[in-house]
Nanobody
Framework: VQLQASGGGLVQAGGSLSLSCTTS????????MGWYRQAPGKERELVAG?????NTNYADSVKGRFTISRDKNTFYLQMNSLKPDDSGVYYC???????????WGQGTQVTVSS
């Protein structure tokens, strides 16, 4: 399974960005997919994800501002009311439902200026 993330960039605080993650290499529906971010000097953290198909979960820091959605095996992250603390490299992740192997996209930089 290959994942390709896109859509990062530079935005002012209060602005919006949308990220996309396209997958290839499998026709099996991926039920566990998510977006993670890693800021300099910090550990990678889950921002938003799908568990078991349509159930979603969000980090407390992004609830009400970020929305994860999907169209088959392509998934998206709509980020509104962005804050400087949202800056970092955003990675998409998917877990194969049979092998449970985890796959990562290459990361896309999001920078929110104050």
């Amino acid at each position: 399974v290959q994942l390709q993330a896109s859509g990062g960039g530079l935005v002012q605080a209060g602005g919006s960005l949308s990220l996309s993650c396209t997958t290839s290499g499998t026709v099996i529906r991926l039920n566990d997919m998510g977006w993670y971010r890693q800021a300099p000097g910090k550990e990678r953290e889950l921002v938003a994800g799908f568990n078991g198909g349509e159930n979603t979960n969000y980090a407390d820091s992004v609830k009400g501002r970020f929305t994860i959605s999907r169209d088959k095996n392509t998934f998206y992250l709509q980020m509104n009311s962005l804050k400087p603390d949202d800056s970092g490299v955003y990675y998409c992740n998917a877990v194969h439902p049979i092998t449970r192997r985890s796959f990562w996209g290459q990361g896309t930089q999001v920078t929110v200026s104050s």
